[in-house]
């Protein structure tokens, strides 16, 4: 019998069931959907706390991602870099409250910045270019002797029948999944393009016409993008990405004419609070629920998978 059933096989899914496995538990993954069809596939994926909440727990659980990252970007199969990059202003801004967690976060010197902005942050962040490393992930699962099983789960108490414990990994399929009503949909609109020498990236959350990323990755570049409440279509919209390409290529004129690769949309899972907690279900299994990480999946996923294996081990312990 395996110790520990998790529920999700995204980056917060996989990251908790490798650490779970690696501490010796006996772990299988109960999954609607493969790590290419999650919403993790989808992301630009740059450390940056994004609509994360409560902030005290954010820098925590982000500071500690960081740190493993900063080790995984030594090695190439990860998918993982370290990479330098501006947040821009339209206004003078406060140091961002997240600073603490990045070392060497400083403010743009003179010349720095694009014409129309009056200030920025340069730092250096975790850039993890996601197919690659959700196929690290997963292989590094199963490489430790873990299970993968792909169907859906409709109740947490019949899918953990015969574990231990279960982990609820279930990102915005919590709604529905435990009827958590905090749960709301954060569309997110991407269009990837072939990298034209880009190295660095550019964030403007501040742009009257929309939320605007550049996130250089290997050999292409994450374009975006959107963040729209209670919108459910994971379909691309046409004059969506057209505004993006536009967005961004008056930001990075290299981008202008770049070949397009891509177009995808995800939904980010929203939520007041992260939900990381131990309860019992109905029939006496104990259940940790970590998920409703907004836009910060990836940048939390170390820090939460460290906490909801602690979780764990005390309650099978005790």
Sequence with gaps: MDDVLVIGCGVSGLSTAVLLRESGFGVRILTAVMPAGTTSSVAAAIWYPYRAYPEDRVLAWGGRTFEVFEDLAGDPETGVVMRGGFELHRHPAPDPWWMDAVPG???????????GYRDGHAFTVPVIEMPVYLGYLLDRFLAAGGVVEERSVSS???????????????????????????????RGQIVRVR?????????????????TYIVPRSTDCILGGTAEENQWDT??????????????????PRLAGAEVLEHRAGLRPGRPEVRLEKEVLESGIPCIHNYGHGGSGVTLSWGCAEEAVMLARHALDG
């Design 105 to 115: 976060v400083r403010r743009c010197g003179p010349g720095e910045v694009p014409s």
């Design 235 to 252: 379909a691309p919209d046409p004059e969506t990405a057209e505004a993006i390409l536009r967005r961004c290529a008056e930001l990075e």
């Design 195 to 211: 990298n034209p020498g880009l190295e660095r990236f550019l964030l403007d959350e501040e742009n009257p016409d929309g939320v």
């Design 156 to 186: 947490l108490d019949e899918a953990a029948s015969g574990h231990r414990a279960v982990v609820n990994c279930a990102g915005l399929g919590a709604r529905e999944l435990v009827n958590d009503g905090h749960m709301v949909s954060i």
